[in-house]
């Protein structure tokens, strides 16, 4: 039995802009547990498409339960292929990604095509489809439910990355992520409360002299 999802998202930046922001997408506050990326080749074939193989270096967190079922040093870290293929006449950039670790607890595969929006020639459409897959016996149904999940969190996540991108290559101002908004609550927090601090403090003082 294998787990599908398939959804339909919109970039609201045109074709040529979000095929340059695919290969700069990384790092952004969105994507911390992108630890690493490496091409393994690059190269345009006849036809004029550019093909491209990448490895990615992902932290990966595994639940309780199955962490103890793999060696320390594979429970933190999953290793994925990402080919892609640009078609620049054509004006589609198809992705193809799936994790060579950890591929019998579960095996993930995603397949993005990015299009020109049919409505809108300026907004990019990218229908993605992804199968998630479990080999283990007893527990396979339980492992793909957990990975559906986890990755319709980490589409929305992938999303805001590439608004993210986007706008710094564009030299406007990135929409700020909940851990920057929370980090920055966090600093007025602390101010206030040590300005507060010092104000009894110093009230403190000044009674001892009354």
């Known amino acids: 039995m294998v787990k599908n999802f398939h959804c339909v998202g919109l ?18 506050p969105y994507s911390n547990h992108v630890l690493t990326e490496d091409i393994v080749f690059r190269e345009v074939t006849s036809d004029n498409h550019l093909i491209s193989r990448r490895l990615l270096t992902k932290t990966s967190r595994a639940p309780r339960w199955a962490e103890k079922l793999l060696p320390a040093h ?13 078609d620049p006449q054509g004006r589609t950039l198809t992705s193809v ?15 993005c095509v990015y299009t020109v ?17 479990s080999n283990l016996y007893g527990l396979s149904r339980a492992i793909q439910e957990f990975g559906l999940a986890r ?25 700020r992520s909940l851990a920057e908004t929370a980090t920055e609550k ?5 101010l206030a409360a040590k300005e507060k601090a010092k104000d009894l403090a110093s009230q403190a003082q000044k009674k001892q002299y009354i």
Not at 80 to 86: A, G, L, P, Y
Not at 152 to 164: A, I, L, N, Q
Request: hydrophobic share 40%; glycine share 4%; with cysteine.
């Open 74 to 86: 594979m429970g933190r870290l999953a290793y994925v292929i990402e080919d892609s293929v640009v």
């Open 117 to 133: 929006n049919p409505d809108n020639s300026n907004w990019t459409e990218i229908k993605r489809e992804a199968w998630i897959s």
């Open 151 to 175: 990755f319709k969190t980490s589409v929305m996540k992938t999303m805001k990355g590439f608004e993210y991108v986007l706008a710094k290559l564009q030299g406007e101002t990135p929409p």
């Open 97 to 111: 990604t799936w994790n060579i670790t950890h591929a019998r607890l579960m095996s993930v595969e995603e397949r």
């Open 11 to 28: 970039l609201k930046h045109t074709w040529d802009q979000v095929c340059v922001a695919f290969w700069q997408r990384y790092p952004n």
């Open 186 to 190: 966090a600093k007025v927090t602390a």
